[in-house]
Structures are given as structure tokens and as C-alpha cells.
């Protein structure tokens, strides 16, 4: 299967700051995946976006499948963006996830 | 629209006995996965079925783990008899026309075995 790196492991944000999640794949892709895996273990979908750039509010994603990676931008960040971020993509139908970036935002 | 549901949603059991985890895929997606997470190996595909029909069971771990998905509507997870090590959290997820769509997650299972 497509091995997934999410970088960086960890990122600790004062609120209002902006920040960026790295996600790097490994093989051609024809699905990508962004989740929010909020408090209470539910996985939020965030984004559907094997290439390409989308925006959703204050997040958006871009994939650069050319070169194997995505990358998640948030922008003024809020304490409810406290999470696990997971990057997941597939070149079949099983996603491979990656380990996750821990995201606590301080008010 | 109703997302996919899952049943029960936090189940405590005790080792040697049958759970059975519940899963409604959102209607009209004819591809569901059930996924395992666990802090050890993260989140992991178990079994893929698209018209119902398994078509990858390569990632159930034994033969204590049997999935089915009798109709379009409905699909089950049973683990007998359940181990410690079973305990995680068990997602099913589901998908329109090809697997290559956007995956759409249920709340989860938390399952833990004593």
C-alpha cells in the first residue's frame, strides 16, 4: 500500500495564528484525504482533493500529485481546531493513513 | 441527510465474549470499509465490500473477525470470542459509484474487552 508522512508530529499554536500540515505520499494517488479527528473520536471530513486547490472558510488544501504531497493550511486559528489532523490517500479503494498531526490551539 | 450510523457506540465486554458492532452506510453508497484504530497501528483497513459482496478481507485480523453485509442498508462486525487486544476503536465508512470517492466516516465503536 501507499505509505502516508504527516509532518510535523506535533504543533502547538497560540489562537489567531496561522499554520501549515505537510503530507507526503509515496505513490501516484486518486484519492486524498484530509480529517479532523475531533475530542470525541469522530473523523471529520475536511477535504476531498487528490489535486488540486480547495478553500473552505479558513481552510484550504492544496496537492501536488506531480510531486506527491499535500498540504493543509489553517488560518486564524480557533480553539476548537484542537485535534488530530490525519492525511489519508489511496491509489485503489484502501486508504492508508498517515500517523497524524497533533494540532492544540491557546487561547 | 443522515451520515453512516453505528451501533452501539461504546461497548464494554468481557474477554470470551461474541460482539457484534453494527454499521448503516449513508443510502445510495454501494462501497463500505470497516477500519481499525488503535494507538499502535493507527487507523487500518479490515474488510472492503462494494455491492455487498466482500471483496477485501485482507486486513481482518483471525478468524475471530467475520464481517457481513446482508443488504444495501446494512452490514455487521462480529468478533468471536473478543480479546483484550481486540479493545479500539472500530469505524465503518461508505462511498458512492467507485472506491475511489470520498470516503464518509461513522461516529465509531469504542470497544473495550476486559
Known sequence: GIQVEQS????????????????????????????????????????????????????SATTVATERYSLLYISSSQTTDSGVYFCASSNDYKLSFGAGTTVTVRA | DAGVIQSPRHEVTEMGQEVTL??????????LFWYRQTMM?????????????????????????????????????????????DSAVYFCASTPGGSYNEQFFGPGTRLTVL
Open chain 1, 8 to 59: 510535523p508530529p506535533d504543533l502547538i499554536l497560540q489562537e489567531g495564528a496561522n499554520s501549515t500540515l505537510r503530507c507526503n505520499f509515496s505513490d501516484s494517488v486518486n484519492n486524498l484525504q484530509w480529517f479532523h479527528q475531533n475530542p470525541w473520536g469522530q473523523l471529520i471530513n475536511l477535504f476531498y482533493i487528490p489535486s488540486g486547490t480547495k478553500q473552505n472558510g479558513r481552510l
Open chain 2, 41 to 85: 497501528r493507527g487507523l487500518e483497513l479490515l474488510i472492503y465490500f462494494n455491492n455487498n459482496v466482500p471483496i477485501d478481507d485482507s486486513g481482518m485480523p483471525e478468524d475471530r473477525f467475520s464481517a457481513k453485509m446482508p443488504n444495501a442498508s446494512f452490514s455487521t462486525l462480529k468478533i468471536q470470542p473478543s480479546e483484550p487486544r
Open chain 2, 22 to 31: 453494527r454499521c448503516k452506510p449513508i443510502s445510495g453508497h454501494n462501497s
